[in-house]
């Protein structure tokens, strides 16, 4: 098994621009979710998808963020448009259980 | 709401040392609860998980932690550490049956030679 893949693995972009981050999550796992880890906020819950549906968007910090989930394969995560206090490496894991998550290695992005 | 209270930042400890990583919690029901590991420059891998029954949950590389309910506390031990159980350490819990795990603030395990 691949394990959840994300990509870019480093995205460097200027303030103002458009950022997608993308992430498959493992096959057959029902649950993704969407991290982001800072120095100083720790690992933040962004948002989490079940069976595709967004159940909790509760930790998206503002409407520049959004998050799809078109099929079971594929996640997208979306700042637009982007600022500096974006910078933060983004984490997708997905799960089957709710027990135990699945990290990606994750996505550094750094806004100028 | 779920929290979860890792009180050291940072612990330094030379090798072949016991070590112990202290994390509490705070929720009203029951909970699941978990230690993850992240090493440099990559995703958090999972170490053990305590769901049920036995108070004692052993992981992998060693590491064990035990979960006490009277103290709200599930600490994270290992007997003898290795240098390359260096890496930033995180303690999680999550509703009983649900899928939205609430992270740590981390601790960075150091080992020395």
């Known amino acids: 098994d691949a394990g959840v893949i994300q990509s870019p693995r480093h995205e460097v972009t200027e303030m103002g621009q458009e950022v997608t981050l993308r992430c498959k999550p493992i096959s057959g796992h029902n649950s993704l979710f969407w991290y982001r880890q800072t120095m100083m906020r720790g690992l933040e819950l962004l948002i989490y998808f079940n069976n595709n549906v967004p159940i909790d968007d509760s930790g998206m910090p503002e409407d520049r963020f959004s998050a799809k989930m078109p099929n079971a394969s594929f996640s997208t995560l979306k700042i637009q448009p982007s600022e500096p206090r974006d910078s933060a490496v983004y984490f997708c894991?997905?799960?089957?259980?709710?027990?135990?998550?699945?990290f990606g290695e994750g996505s550094r992005l750094t806004v100028l | 709401a779920q929290s979860v209270t890792q009180l050291d930042s940072q612990v330094p400890v030379f090798e072949e040392a016991p070590v112990e990583l202290r994390c509490n919690y705070s929720?009203?029901?029951?909970?699941?609860l978990f230690w993850y590991v992240q090493y440099p420059n990559q995703g958090l891998q999972l170490l053990l998980k305590?769901?049920?029954?036995?108070?004692l949950v052993k992981g992998i590389n060693g590491f064990e932690a035990e979960f006490n309910k009277s103290q709200t506390s599930f600490h994270l031990r290992k007997p003898s550490v290795h240098i390359s159980d260096t890496a930033e350490y995180f303690c999680?819990?999550?509703?009983?049956?649900?899928?939205?795990?609430?992270f740590g603030t981390g601790t960075r395990l150091q080992v020395f030679p």
């Open positions: 999680a819990v999550s509703l009983y049956n649900t899928d939205k795990l609430i």
């Open positions: 305590y769901l049920s029954g036995s108070t």
């Open positions: 929720s009203s029901v029951s909970v699941y």
């Open positions: 894991a997905s799960s089957q259980t709710p027990v135990e998550l699945f």
